[in-house]
Structures are given as C-alpha cells and as structure tokens.
C-alpha cells in the first residue's frame, strides 16, 4: 500500500497473465486451483490462443487414484470458479505426472510455456495442411 492508500499488485511480469485485456496473476490461480481435493500441485501459464491472444492454461499433478478425465477438469474449473473470477479460471487444464524444477526444487514456468508454445505452432502448422514430412 503506498502513502495514498493504494494498493500495487508485484510480481513477476513473467507470472503475469494478460487475457481478454485483463491482468490476472497467474500465482493467484495457482493457489485456488491446489485448494481442490483432486490436486496435490500446480502451475499456470498464459498459453497463446490463435482465436483469444492467451489463455490462462494449469498444469496439474493429480493425487493417487483420480482419474484424469474430463470430468476432474470440469470438477477444477467449477471450483476456481466458484472462488475466482470467471476470466482469471483455466480455459484448459492439462493433466501431467510432474512439473518441471529446477536444481533447487521451484517450478520452471519457462518450460511448461514453451511446451505450449510449440503444441500451438505444432497446431498451426496442422491446421495450414503443411507437409512435414521429410
């Protein structure tokens, strides 16, 4: 809070989510999205969407035993919903065993917006028929 009584959202620029013109952070989501029973962690990234600009996009590791269906994604996405904005809710959630980390055990955001970034161009490339084929 600075002398006038305002206060100033900091953090990383790189955390930072811009969506539909809204700033959401994507620590925020993170907290919510391992509030739900189903999720023992989590990371969110802004995933570049050809149709929106960016999408917000967790990452999750799943607790033992539940399954990694469209309905456990839909059971998260009402959850945040239900505690956040519904701009700032996963439009996609991607289910995986691990998240990356670094030496020190923080989790390399870099790694997991470059996976989306190449499964976007990968799909564009798809999507234009390209022949890849060599």
């Given at each position: 809070m600075d002398a006038d009584g305002y206060?100033?959202?900091?953090s990383r620029t790189d955390n930072l989510i811009v969506a539909s013109g809204y700033n959401i952070a994507a620590t925020e989501v993170e907290e919510v999205v391992v509030t739900h029973p189903d999720v023992l962690e989590c990371a969110v990234i802004g995933r570049p969407d050809p149709e929106?600009?960016?999408i917000v996009?967790?990452?999750v590791v799943l607790r033992d035993?539940?399954?990694?269906?469209?309905?456990?994604?839909?059971?998260?996405?009402?959850?945040?919903?239900s505690r956040l904005a519904i701009y700032?809710?996963?439009r996609r959630i991607d289910v995986v065993t691990a998240l990356p980390r670094n030496p020190s055990g923080k989790v390399q955001h870099f790694v997991l917006?470059?996976?989306?970034?190449t499964e976007v161009a990968?799909?564009?490339?798809?999507?234009a028929g390209v022949d890849t084929s060599v």
């Open positions: 206060f100033t959202f900091q929106k600009g960016t996009n967790a990452f035993g539940v399954d990694p269906g469209p309905e456990t994604a839909d059971a998260i996405r009402a959850h945040v919903r700032k809710c996963p917006r470059e996976r989306a970034a990968a799909a564009e490339v798809e999507a």
